[in-house]
C-alpha cells in the first residue's frame, strides 16, 4: 500500500494567515439617530465589496489563504464514467466532444435523482452559449422541446410533447444530427423530429434545470456506425482539487479530495500519495502578497499512514526560490494540529504557499 497522508484545512483547524487583536478595555459607543453628521450623495448607489486576495474570506480576518476547508468544485463533476450533480441547480451543463462535429448519433443513459425537472440533452454544442438542446421534462416537469442557443439568446424550435421524468428511473436517450434534421428517442420511442438549420456543426453535452442526477453510458457514433472519441477526462472530478490549489511540485494525480468525518472543517481534507525515495509531494497555493520580515503565523492539521519522515510549509517566490521555511514533525496516525510561523526573507506580491511531506510506504 503506498504511503500517503492526509492534510485538513478548515476555519478550526487549517493553514490560516490572519491577524488577531489583543483583548482591549470594554468599549461604550453612544449614537444619537437624531443627529446627522453628513448625507449621502443620491447618486452614488449599488455599491459593492470587491474580494482581492485575503480581503473578507470567512469573516473580516486578514487571512490569506483561499478556500482552507476545501470545499468541493460545484456544478457537474465526473464521478467514474459518469457525470453527476449532487445538488439541485438551474440552468448548469457540460460541453465535451468536438466542436467541428457535424452528423453524428449521441447515445447515453439518463437518471433525475432529485429536483422540479429533468434533463438537458446537448448537441451541436460548439460552446456553452451556442447549441441545441433537448429539454426532457421541462416546464414544471410537464413537457420535452428542443430548443436552440445562439450567443445566449435561446428559442424554442417546434411544438411542445407532453411527458415526465421520474425521479430514480434510468431512461435510455438518443439523439440524431443529420443536416438539418435533429431527431431524439426517449426510451426507443420517437419523441422529437425536427428540423433548423442554426448550428451545422458542434460537440455534445448534458445538463440540468432545477433538478440533480446522473448522465451515464456516453456514445457517439458517425452515421457509417464508427465510433468518435469522447474525453470525460476534460471534466472536473469531484476529487479533483479545488480551484484555489494545485499539486506540488507538478501535476502527477496523487493529490485527491476525500471525505473525512472527524476531519475539524467541511469534512473533507486532502489525501496526498507520496512517492518515497526521498522525494516530497504536497499542495500549493499561489497568490500571495509576501512582505519581507512579516510574521505570517498559521496552523494545519494533518495525519499519516505509512511512513512519513517529516512535513514542511514554506513560502516560495515567482522563481521558486524559498523565502520562508518551517519543517513539522510527522504525524501521527490520528488528526493532530500544528502551529507554525513563518518569516519572508524578501517580498515578493506573488507568492506561493507549499504544504508538502517526504516518506515512503509499504
Known amino acids: 500500500m503506498s504511503t500517503y497522508w492526509i492534510l485538513a484545512l478548515a476555519a478550526c483547524g487549517s493553514v490560516v494567515f490572519l491577524a488577531v487583536p489583543k483583548a482591549s478595555a470594554e468599549t461604550r459607543i453612544t449614537v444619537q439617530p437624531a443627529q446627522i453628521e453628513g448625507r449621502i450623495d ?36 465526473r464521478s467514474g464514467d459518469s457525470l453527476v450533480l449532487t445538488t439541485p441547480a438551474t440552468d448548469v451543463k457540460k460541453v465535451f466532444g468536438d466542436p467541428t462535429w457535424t452528423d453524428y448519433e449521441f447515445t447515453l443513459r439518463a437518471r433525475k435523482s432529485t429536483g422540479a425537472e429533468g434533463f438537458l440533452i446537448l448537441v451541436r454544442a460548439t460552446d456553452d452559449r451556442n447549441f441545441y438542446w433537448w429539454n426532457l421534462g421541462g416546464w414544471a416537469n410537464t413537457a420535452h422541446q428542443l430548443e436552440v442557443e445562439k450567443d445566449d439568446q435561446r428559442r424554442p424550435i417546434g411544438p411542445r410533447v407532453r411527458g415526465s421524468i421520474e425521479t430514480g428511473r434510468w431512461y435510455q436517450i438518443r439523439m440524431r444530427v443529420e443536416g438539418d434534421h435533429i431527431q431524439g428517442w426517449l426510451d426507443d420511442k420517437l419523441v422529437l423530429d425536427m428540423r433548423d438549420s442554426t448550428h451545422p456543426r458542434g460537440g455534445v453535452g448534458v445538463g440540468f434545470w432545477a433538478t440533480g442526477g446522473e448522465f451515464t453510458d456516453f456514445r457517439v457514433r458517425d452515421l457509417n456506425g464508427r465510433e468518435l472519441p469522447l474525453r470525460l477526462d476534460t471534466v472536473t472530478s ?19 479530495l476525500i471525505e473525512l468525518p472527524e476531519s475539524p472543517n467541511t469534512g473533507l481534507a486532502v489525501r496526498i500519495r507520496l512517492p518515497g525515495s526521498g522525494q516530497s509531494a504536497g499542495i500549493a497555493q499561489d497568490r500571495f502578497h509576501l512582505v519581507q520580515g512579516r510574521r505570517y503565523p498559521g496552523f494545519l ?17 515567482r522563481q521558486g526560490k524559498t523565502l520562508a521555511s518551517k519543517v513539522l514533525p510527522a504525524p ?8 507554525f510561523t513563518l518569516r519572508p526573507t524578501a517580498s515578493d506580491s506573488s507568492g506561493t504557499l507549499v504544504v508538502e511531506a517526504e516518506g515512503s510506504g509499504t
Do not use: C
Not at 332 to 339: R, V, W
Open 238 to 256: 469531484a476529487r479533483d482539487l479545488p480551484q484555489e490549489w494545485r499539486e506540488w511540485p507538478a501535476p502527477a494525480r496523487r493529490a485527491e
Open 42 to 77: 443620491p447618486f452614488i448607489y449599488g455599491h459593492f465589496l470587491e474580494h482581492i486576495y485575503h480581503s473578507v474570506e470567512d469573516g473580516l480576518y486578514g487571512e490569506l489563504v483561499r478556500n482552507r476547508a476545501f470545499a468541493a468544485q460545484t456544478g457537474i463533476t
Open 332 to 339: 501521527p496516525p490520528t488528526l493532530k494540529e500544528f502551529k
Open 301 to 317: 492539521w494533518a495525519k499519516a499512514e505509512g511512513q512519513v519522515s517529516r512535513m514542511t510549509v514554506r513560502f516560495v517566490d
